[in-house]
């Protein structure tokens, strides 16, 4: 069964800490993942999206790991703000499926404290 | 500006009643999707259209319908049929080809029963 599963399910930080995301997933044939940010009450926008091939893309403050052989993924926060204050979503596209075919982790809450 | 937007953001609905939610998007994107997101879930797919005039059923689409008939909107009525309408709806939209999909996000819509 294609799944995608992360942890932890919440996080609580002080501001100016860095922290790491994780996202492991059961998806078969995979295309690419994607880490979303998700604004409580917004829609998700996106942070990174990474192929097979790719193993870390950054995008300002945040860094994403991918590991295709273990099929793991991370995402790294560094220096947090308290506008990171949001829910982080992992998604897996199947490789060659229909266009509905992306498969959501159900997230990680994160919460930045002064 | 090119986006996706969603209207009412808040959205009350009688039992029985019939309501339906907006998506307009600015993007030249082919295909169009309406998720649910339930608190603690990863989003579910109900809908997706990859062209005019055609469209899908997702996971679960019982009790929900919708209409393509311009490339521009994609409207999601909820039906009285759908028993647990209460949840926070997302449409979202991509270019279609190839492996980066270029997914957008609307702000999303807060459906409650009263």
């Known amino acids: 069964k294609n799944q995608v599963e992360q942890s932890p399910q919440s996080l609580i930080i002080l501001e100016g800490k860095n922290c790491t995301l994780q996202?492991?997933?059961?998806?078969?044939?995979?295309?690419?993942l994607r880490w979303y940010k998700q604004d409580t009450g917004r829609g998700p926008v996106s942070l990174t999206i990474?192929?097979?091939?790719?193993n870390t893309k950054s995008n300002g403050r945040y860094t994403a790991t991918l590991d295709a052989d273990t099929k793991q993924s991370s995402l790294h926060i560094t220096a947090s703000q308290l506008s990171d204050s949001a829910s982080y979503i992992c998604?897996?596209?199947?490789?060659?499926?229909?266009?509905?075919?992306?498969?959501f982790g159900k997230g990680t809450k994160l919460s930045v404290k002064p | 500006d090119g986006g996706i937007t969603q209207s009412p953001k808040y959205l009350f609905r009688k039992e029985g009643q019939n309501v339906t939610l907006s998506c307009e998007q600015n993007?030249?994107?082919?295909?169009m999707y309406w998720y649910r997101q339930d608190p603690g879930q990863g989003l579910r797919l109900i809908y997706y259209?990859?062209?005019?005039?055609?469209?899908q059923k997702g996971d679960i689409a019982e009790g929900y319908s919708v209409s393509r008939e311009k490339k521009e909107s994609f409207p999601l009525t909820v039906t009285s049929a759908q028993k647990n309408p209460t949840a926070f709806y997302l449409c979202?939209?991509?270019?279609?080809?190839?492996?980066?999909?270029?997914?957008?996000f609307g702000s999303g819509t807060r459906l409650t029963v009263v």
């Open positions: 979202a939209s991509s270019i279609g080809s190839g492996t980066n999909y270029g997914y957008t």
């Open positions: 996202c492991n997933y059961t998806v078969s044939p995979f295309s690419n």
């Open positions: 990474m192929t097979f091939s790719e």
């Open positions: 998604v897996v596209i199947i490789y060659g499926g229909s266009q509905g075919n992306l498969i």
């Open positions: 993007l030249n994107h082919d295909a």
């Open positions: 259209s990859q062209i005019v005039n055609d469209f």
